[in-house]
């Protein structure tokens, strides 16, 4: 009778510590995006521009937290896509994402301000693609934007948007 309920004491612990180990493993997985601290999308005020006009892309970030946030320093970069490949950039772009050119010197960083997200609210900054790219070359064009999450530190994509730009009419 005792090595009965030894055995049966023995199943019964093995059966807590499982479950409890499954219970503990279930409590860390979170779904995707609902750690975040802000939500981030872009829009175009339209999708065709001739060529010489600027596409502004609109970032909006939404303050999913109860504090307020700061984006400080290098905290986004903005991806353009043709129908050839990327674009070529300009000194600032380059400088954004680390790819300077042999003998080019960076831009005066010191005049960076800082960007406040109020706590609950939303932001939406302005880029003006032609600070980054060169456009100059009729054709269709992906945008997205990669913002980087206040408080993780993780690089959080927009959703992508469609653009062209128009030669001139003959």
Avoid: C
């Avoid at 049966?8 to 995006?33: D, E, F, H, K, Y």
């Avoid at 353009?80 to 990327?86: A, K, L, R, S, V």
Wanted: hydrophobic letters at 40%; aromatic letters at 8%.
């Amino acid at each position: 009778m005792n090595a009965f309920l030894n055995f049966a004491l023995r199943i019964i612990a093995m059966a807590v510590i499982v479950t409890s180990a499954s219970s503990l493993g279930a409590q860390s997985v979170v779904p995707a995006g609902q750690t975040d601290s802000i939500t981030v999308s872009i829009s175009l005020d339209k999708d065709h521009f001739p060529v010489g006009q600027s596409p502004r892309v609109l970032a909006t970030m939404i303050n999913r937290t109860d504090r307020d946030l700061y984006l400080n320093g290098n905290w986004y970069r903005v991806h353009i896509d043709g129908e050839n490949g990327e674009p070529p950039t300009t000194l600032s772009q380059r400088m954004t994402t680390g790819k300077l050119l042999p003998g080019e010197a960076r831009l005066r960083e010191d005049e960076n301000g800082e960007n406040f997200i109020p706590a609950g609210n939303s932001r939406i900054e302005k880029f003006d693609v032609e600070d980054l790219y060169d456009l100059s070359a009729p054709g269709k064009y992906k945008v997205f934007v990669d913002i980087k999450d206040p408080l993780s530190g993780k690089w959080l994509r927009t959703n992508t948007v469609q653009f062209e730009i128009q030669a001139p009419a003959q």
